[in-house]
């Protein structure tokens, strides 16, 4: 089974990637940061550039999760940003028509009933994702918590990261609620919707818990003697609440708020011993 990993050095894509590698073949792409040594340059908004790789690379799988996250910047760069987000995966989805080969795309619960540019981007993407000859996945996660190889990227998690690492306080908003997700949750998911031969599924992935950026911080850092502070900020989000029933349906792996934590604290004790223990 052989795998190829668009945005294998972002956030999301580089925990992906590192957990894969040991169950599949899995090549991965980066576009301007080279996380792994190994990865192949690509700009998926260059469509016979996208071609060329999936051509080379002739995959069973493609596993797109190159895209813009960050939902201001797509605000202010809308052209850029649909390019990037749509095009781009239609430029995927082409490619990987021509070879064949399954696609899974990370989306979004932006995506559901989108109120932002952010999440019509996404939806635009889920539509040509639909088009997979091969069959595919959509892959939606809400807010995304745990530790990555890429460390770096401005992602939630990392600035929780950079409060433990530089012993500063944290101030996060607790106005806002959403089931957040587990990224390690998403690598698990992935590997099982494979292995299992599941097809042309919309899968939400999360935790059924309500809770806010302030809980998130403060259960993820208070074990390290981290002051915690919440701010509410009257946000105008959407409460993001979704079924997670597919889950149990597929027989895909679940988690609860609290195993969250606990596995997220216990990433972060085997990744960061000497700043973790001295909390």
Known sequence: MKILITGASSYVGAKIYADLKHKFEVVGTYNSNKLFNELL???ITRRDDVASVVSETNPDYIIHVAANANGGWCDKNKDLAKCIN??????????????????IYISSF????????????????????????????ILRPSLIEGYSPNTKNDRPFNR?????????????DSSWKFQPTYLKHISE???????SDILNEIIPIAV??????????????SPFGIEVRGEAKDSQSPIFSEDLSKLKELNLPQYTYPEMIESIVKEIRDNFPEQANSG
């Open 110 to 137: 932006a995506a559901i009933n989108p109120t932002t540019f952010y999440g019509e981007t996404k939806l635009a993407g889920e539509t040509f994702v639909k088009k997979t000859i091969a069959g595919f996945n």
């Open 86 to 103: 749509a095009n781009g995966t239609e430029n995927v989805v082409e490619a990987a028509n021509t070879v064949n080969a399954k696609l």
């Open 41 to 43: 340059q690509l700009d």
């Open 160 to 172: 929780l990261l950079k409060n433990l690492l530089e012993k500063t306080p944290a101030i996060y």
């Open 189 to 195: 998911t992935i590997a099982k919707v494979i292995e």
């Open 208 to 221: 059924p818990e309500l809770k806010s950026r302030f809980d998130l911080a403060k259960d993820i850092l």
